[in-house]
């Protein structure tokens, strides 16, 4: 344990400070101001614009005249008159959101009552009261009310009362007016009791017929100009093989193609089952007719017409009694 010791070395000024078996310092604990007159502010007040301040050398005078600046704190608040319009003098203007997101002062929640009084409404804060007054019923008859309707023949009842003073003969508004006849002329439709009208009317133009493969189509379907569908691909066979007596020359001879072809398809030797009897052919004037080919060292001058009649010489013998013609039909 140490012990500290002080003494005063210049009175008002410094001290010396002491640690028991340690060391010791001097402590100057002078301010720099010597006055003892002006250490304590004992008060303070304001007269007018001055502050006083007094302490122990006396009282020191402050003018605030300066900084006066009487009046700016008096602003006035005004508004436009729109909704939620505020402006403060020398200031700046707000618009508050004033809106309730209704704007119609007539629907506001009030007291209602009807006309007659008999039913009404009375808010109470938040709570509404209903009431409802029924009149009274000054009928106490329970036979004379409307119960059921019916309807015989043209007579409306009332079936209850039942009697012949609730029957409604309706007969004389059954005056058939829904009777109406339609009637045509020509393209001209009328309406009893209403009006003609023209009905468009067909000429064949109307049906469109469109060519495909091999089809061609001509015309507008009208009567003036039908139309006209024809297979634009030929029709070609070869007519059945018929013997040509080649055995001796000569000059002129002639062949009627067609009609071997109509003798050999109109009774074939054998048909299938179920096949007609005769195979279908063509009128001469329906076919065109063509020599293919002939052995031009047995025929010349070969011909043949547009009835399939085939004109020809016989210039020579075949020296294997074997030569050909070959013919040709086209349907026209």
């Known amino acids: 344990n140490q012990n500290i010791s002080s003494a005063v070395v210049t009175a008002n000024e410094s001290v010396n400070i002491a640690l028991e078996r340690g060391g010791n310092t001097t402590i100057d604990f002078r ?3 010597a006055d003892p007159t002006n250490e304590l502010i004992t008060s303070a007040n304001l007269t007018g614009t001055n502050l006083n301040i007094i302490d122990a050398g006396g009282t020191t005078t402050v003018d605030l ?42 629907n506001e929640i009030q007291n209602v ?28 008859s329970s036979t004379n009310e409307l119960t059921d309707l019916n309807l ?5 009842n009332l079936t209850n009362p039942a ?32 009006n003609t009208v023209t009905v468009p009317t067909a000429d064949g133009t109307e049906t469109i017929m469109t060519a495909g493969n091999d089809i061609s189509v001509t015309g507008d379907g009208s009567s003036a100009n039908p139309y006209v569908v024809n297979n634009v691909r030929p029709n070609i066979f070869y007519p059945p093989s018929i013997a040509v007596d080649a055995s001796s020359t000569g000059t002129g001879r002639t062949i009627n193609l ?3 072809y109509i003798a050999q398809f109109g009774s ?33 001058n070969v ?3 547009e009835f399939g009649v085939m004109t020809y010489d016989v210039i020579a013998s075949p020296t294997d009694y074997n030569s050909l013609i070959n013919v040709v039909f086209v349907v026209k």
């Open 268 to 300: 074939p030797m054998v048909s299938s089952n179920l096949a007609p009897a005769a195979i279908p052919t063509y009128a001469n004037t329906d076919l065109y007719y063509y020599v293919t080919y002939y052995d031009n060292t047995v025929f010349a």
């Open 303 to 305: 011909s043949v017409d």
């Open 152 to 156: 015989a023949a043209n007579i409306l």
């Open 258 to 260: 067609h009609s071997q």
């Open 113 to 140: 009552a009807s006309a007659d009084a008999s039913v009404t409404v009375t808010r109470t804060v938040n709570d509404f009261d209903l009431s409802v007054n029924f009149p009274a019923n000054n009928d106490n």
């Open 65 to 106: 005249s300066s900084l006066n600046d009487s009046g700016t704190d008096d602003q006035v608040i005004s508004t436009t008159g729109a909704a939620g319009n505020i402006t403060i003098e020398n200031g700046n203007t707000l618009v508050l959101n004033v809106n309730d997101a209704d704007s119609d002062p007539t």
């Open 163 to 194: 009697t012949g003073g609730n029957q409604v003969d309706l007969s004389g508004y059954m005056d058939n007016t829904d009777e109406q006849t339609l009637s045509i002329a020509g393209d001209q439709l009328s309406i009893t009791g209403g």
């Open 31 to 33: 301010d720099a101001d």
